[in-house]
Antibody, heavy 116, light 109 residues
């Protein structure tokens, strides 16, 4: 069955970087774009960016330009997101999602906590 | 930057019809999608391409779009439909840039 499995929770200090992985299985990896979305505590969903797993091309929300990077490894069917210069405002659950409706599957979410 | 606007909350009694709106300037050109999110869970797609329903989603969920507004309708809302609902669409850049609305808390009681 289709699964997106994300790496585990992270605790980081302000100014640090974090890298979260999203491993896909159960479908043709190159066929569906992967989105990254985050949700701060008690807040709504925030779209961050999208990567084409086949070509590796990316598109970012303007807010995250220069702070957020997506990459992929086709050999392991894994997509990565890296967020740099972390502040307390980056504390959130980060989700990856394969979105090409009706094909629409999400990872379980990764909590990133930024605290000194 | 592009924005989608939703009401913060909608409240209905069980069996009534709930309507949640989403407004955005690019909606005449780009499809709207609707997600349901229950506390602590990943979002679930309930409507795609304005009005299509994925398999497994109850028929009481429907969607429509006209001009700059998309609407999610829950006909005969049930207690288990209580959740946050988000509209999603893309901007007009052609670069697959997405955006979510601020979310609407649907209360059924």
């Amino acid at each position: 069955q289709v699964q997106l499995v994300q790496s585990g929770a992270e605790v980081k200090k302000p100014g640090a970087s974090v890298k979260v992985s999203c491993k896909a299985s159960g479908y043709i990896f190159s066929n569906y774009y992967i989105h990254w979305v985050r949700q701060a505590p008690g807040q709504g969903l925030e779209w961050m960016g999208i990567i084409n797993p086949s070509a590796g091309s990316t598109s970012y929300a303007q807010k995250f330009h220069g702070k957020f990077t997506m990459t992929r490894d086709t050999s392991t069917r894994t997509v990565y997101m890296e967020l740099s210069s972390l502040t307390s405002e980056d504390t959130a659950v980060y989700y990856c999602g394969a979105h090409d409706p009706p094909f629409d599957y999400w990872g379980q979410g990764t909590l990133v906590t930024v605290s000194s | 930057s592009y924005e989608l606007t939703q009401p913060p909350s909608v409240s209905v009694s069980p069996g009534q019809t709930a309507r949640i709106t989403c407004s955005g300037d690019a909606l005449p050109k780009n499809h709207a999608y609707w997600y349901q999110q229950k506390s602590g869970q990943a979002p679930v797609l309930v409507i795609y391409e304005d009005s299509k329903r994925p398999s497994g989603i109850p028929e009481r969920f429907s969607g429509s779009s006209s001009g700059t507004m998309a609407t999610l309708t829950v006909s005969g809302a049930q207690v288990e439909d209580e959740a946050d609902y988000y509209c999603y669409s893309t901007d007009s850049s052609g670069n697959h840039r997405g955006v979510f609305g601020g979310g609407t808390k649907l209360t059924v009681l």
